[in-house]
């Protein structure tokens, strides 16, 4: 069955009768979300999948409290968000280096954002954007990595970490500046 | 990767995992909305009571009971009813922030508009009676009695000037008092008006200066917060029982 002409939230309201709609949306989030969990918790290939597990169990259990007024991206992440700190808390402990893939795309994302050099290197450039982000506060890092990395707007990341509009704009402003601020400290020219 | 969408599928089989139903989100939802209003109007009477209770602490002797407006504010306090509101606030704050849609609203807005509203409604529960005919009532139940009324004593101060406690019987221009340490002082004062508006079954404040250590001089007399309860007492567990035509019948003895 082709399901690719059909958005998310028309697969959530099949998936009640139709097995293959559901396997469809986690076809179509697994590897988002774990590269997702990935970035903000390094943990490792086993415990990521089973957090994943966990996160599509609970999205089958609660599909009927989906809100139509989000997007199903939206509610997938904050599940997905939730679930991944429920496990720091469970360990009573949150990562402190990340291996963070940065693809062509983040780098770019980030590249023109910060206004950083062009013709820096970009290995090198790699390698110091992740020393940075690693450098940085957690709740700050957070909303660099869905805006950066996930790609999310505003209001989605409002309402996948569950805050205002406002708060989420305030925090990706001092993340930026924590992040100029680091980025200058390693002498990255800017 | 491993085939995720195959284990989550098995074990949603194996666990007979089923949507929970829709009324359940629907209901919870409702059942949290439902609960701010509640809870504001519960604050607003904590709040009220808390008024209620500054306003019964006769600001105006503060000087006779304790050496500062401080001290004084402290012995006060009303500390059960202040407990009892912020126990409120907690609840109202945990109920709102469950709701669907709160975290879309600034958190600081939102909280300085809902406690706007419980002290506008606790002003207007205080000034339409509300909290004092809550408060009386609740006097009647003894464990509520013991925790509001806990600065009975500190009042009592013969040679600052005041007493606490009850009159026996009454007569022309005196009348025989028991403080609330079981002294009785002969109670003499010039015109018996302030008693009409009193119900004298309730614990009484006697305001006036000490002569000697049995007889006393009464400027002001004043019904307390903490006597029997009621305005009209019924006077169900009075010890007295006269008739009495100043007090509707609870209990103080006309001597002519």
Redesign the interface.
Known sequence: MDFSYKTDEELVISA?SN?DS??EL??RY??KL?NYIKRISNLSKEDI?DI??EV??KV??????F?ADLKFSSWIYRITHNEVITNFRKFNSRPKFFDLNINDDILESIKSDFNIEKDLDSYILREKLKEVLQKMDVKYREVLILKFFEFKDYNEI?DII??????VGTLINRAKKQFRDILIKLDIKI | ??N??N???E??KEKN??????W??VFYNIFLWVLVPIFIIFGALSFSFIIHMFISSDFDLRDRVSGNLFEFVFKTMPYFWIIILIIFLFILYFDFKNT?KS?????LKVSLFGLSLIILIGIMFYFSGVARYFDNNFLKVNSYKALSCQNLKMWNNPEKGILVGKFINISENSGSFKDIYEKNWNILFNNDAELESLNLDNNIKVVGRKIDDNNFYAEHIREMRCGCGMKNCDCVNSERNFIDKRSNGCGIKILN
Not at chain 1, 60 to 65: A, P
């Open positions: 009640f097995e559901f396997s986690i076809n697994e590897k774990f999948e994943l597990q599509f169990i089958y259990r609660n599909l009927n409290g809100d409002s569950k805050k205002p509009i406002g708060t | 990767m491993t995720i969408i284990i989550v599928l074990k949603i995992i089923k949507p929970r139903p829709r359940i989100f669907k975290y879309k609203f600034n958190f």
